[in-house]
């Protein structure tokens, strides 16, 4: 049991302020690949965290099985749709993405490493923003909107060749003034609520607030299929809707900011499977 100070969040956690465990349940994907839904926490957090956990293991039981067979799985169909438009030609140069990469199978374990630092370009560099760049400057086709379908559904589809590998995004080097800003801004109390991401996710997973079971906040599940909106959603847009739950301004789909948190939040989840698409309320 955990006890949360703090009026604000007190009066989100419903009346109850009920906690429930997350379940004791192993996520075995199409009864082949054994996914990490729980480790050890990653060194960078072993001063407020022992374990780090999937959201997979706060959802409920149908919620949990139709992730864990692709064909009761609904993102899958639009992991499908882009592996079509992956052989599809686009732009000016006359190249689909499989001209140069191959089969989409090429991509297995990549998924896992992003956000990642681009040495040429001098910046991390999340998932999209990698291949908005292929598609701008090596297929001369247009930018794909930030967390937008195609954009999503390719992002998917990556993550789906890399499903059941651990997180492994770097955090030291070149990239680590990235992840320190993800990093304060996790811990910046925003809104009129005045609550932290680490509020919710660190202090109170676990918690049950409005209906919904508390989870971390981890992202090895993205791009997720939402049952409530039926279709995959994109990290930078959940961050979005969870600032504006607690009634702050928030930042845009592929603004430094979220780049930032992402790389972040990644990091909190290294030694977790990649589990994209998963599937959330
Ligand atoms: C003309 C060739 C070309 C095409 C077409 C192309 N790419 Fe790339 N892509 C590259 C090269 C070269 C790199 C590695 C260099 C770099 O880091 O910029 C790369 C890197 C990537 C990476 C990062 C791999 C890693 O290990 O970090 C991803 C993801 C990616 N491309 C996705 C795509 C997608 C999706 C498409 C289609 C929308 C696409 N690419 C089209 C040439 C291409
Ligand atoms: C008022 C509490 C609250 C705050 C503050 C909050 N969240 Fe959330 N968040 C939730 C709830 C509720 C959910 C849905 C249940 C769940 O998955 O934990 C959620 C879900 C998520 C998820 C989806 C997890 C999954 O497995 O699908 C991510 C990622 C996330 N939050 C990140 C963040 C980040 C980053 C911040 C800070 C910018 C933040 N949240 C702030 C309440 C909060």
């Known amino acids: 049991m955990k006890y949360v100070t703090g009026a604000a969040l007190a009066s989100l956690l419903t009346t109850s302020l009920a906690f429930a465990d997350p379940v004791d349940d192993t996520l075995i994907l199409n009864e082949e690949t054994d996914m990490i839904t729980r480790t050890a926490a990653p060194a960078h957090l072993s001063d407020t965290l022992d374990e780090v956990m999937s959201g997979w293991l706060f959802r409920g039981t149908e919620t949990r099985a139709m992730q864990a067979d692709d064909f009761d799985n609904p993102g899958m169909i639009f992991v499908e749709q882009a592996q079509d438009s992956w052989m599809i030609a686009e732009g000016t140069e006359g190249k689909s993405c499989s001209s140069c990469h191959n089969d989409m199978d090429s991509m297995a374990g990549v998924k896992a490493t992003y956000p990642k630092w681009n040495e040429e370009a001098g910046e ?158």
């Open 124 to 281: 991390v560099r999340t998932l999209q923003m990698q291949m908005n760049n292929c598609r701008t400057e090596r297929m001369g086709a247009e930018a794909w909107g930030y967390d937008k379908t195609p954009a999503i559904n390719m992002e998917a589809a990556l993550s789906a060749v890399s499903r059941g590998l651990p997180v492994n995004v770097a955090i030291d080097g070149p990239a680590q003034s990235a992840w320190e800003l993800g990093k304060e801004l996790y811990y910046t109390r925003t809104g009129q609520l005045e609550l932290s991401c680490a509020n919710c996710h660190e202090d109170s997973y676990g918690m049950m607030i409005r209906a919904d079971h508390l989870s971390q906040g981890q992202i090895n599940g993205f791009p997720v299929y939402r049952l409530k909106n039926t279709k995959l959603n994109g990290v930078h847009s959940r961050f979005k809707g969870c600032v504006r739950d607690t009634r702050a301004e928030t930042y845009k789909p592929g603004s430094a900011e979220f780049v930032a948190l992402e790389l972040y939040v990644a990091s909190r989840g290294n030694g977790l499977s990649v589990e994209g698409p998963s599937i959330r309320n």
